[in-house]
């Protein structure tokens, strides 16, 4: 933008208007409307054109200037018209959810009714067409994955792997029914 002595501006972050009175480099004196002088940087100001011309105001250049500053997400993951609309569903197998207390429980009976759920869920699950189910299962020592694991592998047109990372860390693991196509 050329600015000589004697030009309409605006500034653009505040509510001013005025007459460049001097240009010393990059500082730029303005002559507010009310007399005050006032120094600002060349792209600190707009200049404002005759009445004919567009006339743009702080706010609409604050609004753009913003949304250039928002920086755009690009790493939507584009779902499909099916996996949009498939319910998901969640079993946590945390002994703490499936019991109000362990006490009197072995270890043993503790796996064997997490899996029951597992396996009770899955069976749910197939009923009712829902094409993935999230168990969520907790890292501790892996017994109860490797449980999980050797009862998927029982179901057929069933495909296992690790759930989300960022939403459940390494602690689930995700079901897909494959559907059979006629």
Known sequence: MDLKVGDKVEAIDDIIQGVVVEIN???????????????YTENELLKIASSNAIKVSNYEVARIKAEKEIPKNRHH?????????????E????????????????NFEMLNLQLDTAKRQLDFAIRKKIQKVVFIHGVGEGILKEELYFLFKRYENVKYYDADYQKYGLGATEVYFLQNTP
């Not at 480099?25 to 120094?39: A, M, N």
């Not at 079993?91 to 072995?106: E, F, R």
């Open 25 to 39: 480099g990059t500082q730029i004196t303005v002559e507010s409307k009310d007399g005050f002088l006032l120094r």
């Open 91 to 106: 079993v946590d197998l945390h002994i703490n959810k499936l019991t109000p207390t362990t006490k009197g429980l072995t």
């Open 77 to 89: 993951k584009k779902l499909r018209p099916k996996e949009r609309y498939a319910p998901q569903m």
